[in-house]
């Protein structure tokens, strides 16, 4: 069965950084789209970032700070937080799908197949 799973999350002060990672197994294709979601508790799971070939997207609340990427076997997927503000606070989750993402679309939740269990990000003011 296909497996996403993340670490990298915790507590940060707002203006510093994390680094996230989400490791996938084998039966995740290298041609997936891969993305990022967060929720906060009571609220709708948002799509923070994605990438899909060479087209990475990002959220509007999230461009020129967060960075996604991916290794070189595309098993291991990045994303890299900077300047995180309160409102960054959330759980992050790692999705995968055979969908089609773009540099200026993110698939909703329903249509992204695999998930991880998710990792918090605690941003204190």
């Known amino acids: 069965q296909a497996q996403l799973m993340e670490s990298g999350g915790g507590s940060v002060q707002a203006g510093g950084s994390l680094n996230l990672s989400c490791v996938s197994s084998e039966h995740i294709r290298s041609r997936y789209c891969m993305a990022w979601f967060r929720q906060v508790t009571g609220k709708e799971r948002e799509g923070v970032a994605s990438?899909?070939?060479?087209?990475?997207y990002y959220a509007k609340s999230v461009q020129g700070r967060f960075i996604v990427s991916q290794d070189q076997t595309k098993r291991t997927l990045f994303l890299r937080m900077t300047s995180l503000k309160s409102e960054d606070t959330a759980m992050y989750y790692c999705?995968?799908?055979?969908?089609?993402?773009?540099?200026?679309?993110?698939?909703?939740?329903?249509?992204?197949?695999?998930w991880g269990q998710g990792t918090q990000v605690t941003v204190s003011s």
């Open positions: 999705a995968a799908g055979d969908v089609y993402c773009s540099t200026t679309y993110l698939p909703p939740v329903t249509v992204f197949g695999y």
């Open positions: 990438i899909y070939s060479d087209k990475k």
